[in-house]
């Protein structure tokens, strides 16, 4: 008995600081608001890069190269992820083009995010078969959630 009455208030010590550390965050990764709308677009931008040269070369403007297309297909599904947590609280504001929505109806911004990085994820599957038309198709799916997402969630 003693000795769990000892050991309490480390135990809640403990569990109160892992919850603030949780809590924040979101908040801790950026130094001010402004960073983590740059720190989206940024990511978006790479992704934006990458994604581009595939399409040049499934759409014929450039020599079709395997090892290229694997090299960055692996690029945008392992950045995939990263623009979410560029949309913290308070950044509807600012040089950004994120319409409210974002933050409105968050489970469905998640589920949007989720089936961009599902495309993604089997852009990179069908990359590594180094199949043409596996790729082309697989380009055409994940394009299409980019653009949904832009549709729903990006001003003009
Ligand atoms: C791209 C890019 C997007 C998508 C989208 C597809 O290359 O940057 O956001 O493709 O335009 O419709």
């Known amino acids: 008995m003693?000795?769990?009455n000892y050991r309490r208030p480390l135990v809640a010590t403990?569990?109160?600081l892992a919850i603030?550390?949780?809590?924040?965050?979101?908040w801790a990764q950026f130094r001010k608001?402004?960073?983590?709308?740059?720190?989206?677009?940024g990511a978006m931008f790479v992704m934006g890069n990458h994604f581009a040269r595939?399409?040049?070369?499934?759409?014929?403007?450039?020599?079709?190269?395997a090892a290229t297309v694997q090299a960055d297909a692996a690029i945008v599904?392992?950045?995939?992820?990263?623009?979410?947590?560029?949309?913290?609280a308070?950044?509807?504001?600012?040089?950004t083009k994120a319409e409210v929505e974002i933050w409105t109806e968050p489970e469905k911004f998640r589920a949007a995010a989720q089936a961009m990085q599902d495309k993604l994820a089997q852009l990179n599957a069908a990359a590594k078969t180094g199949n043409r038309e596996q790729i082309k198709q697989a380009f055409g799916a994940a394009g299409e959630s980019c653009k949904s997402c832009?549709?729903?969630?990006?001003?003009?």
Request: net charge neutral.
């Open 33 to 41: 608001p402004e960073d983590a709308i740059k720190y989206r677009q």
């Open 90 to 95: 308070g950044t509807d504001k600012g040089d």
């Open 54 to 65: 595939i399409g040049a070369m499934v759409n014929d403007k450039v020599p079709f190269d």
């Open 14 to 16: 403990t569990l109160g």
């Open 150 to 156: 832009h549709d729903n969630y990006r001003k003009e």
């Open 20 to 26: 603030s550390i949780a809590a924040t965050s979101a």
């Open 77 to 88: 599904a392992s950045l995939a992820r990263l623009p979410f947590a560029g949309f913290i």
């Open 2 to 4: 003693l000795r769990m």
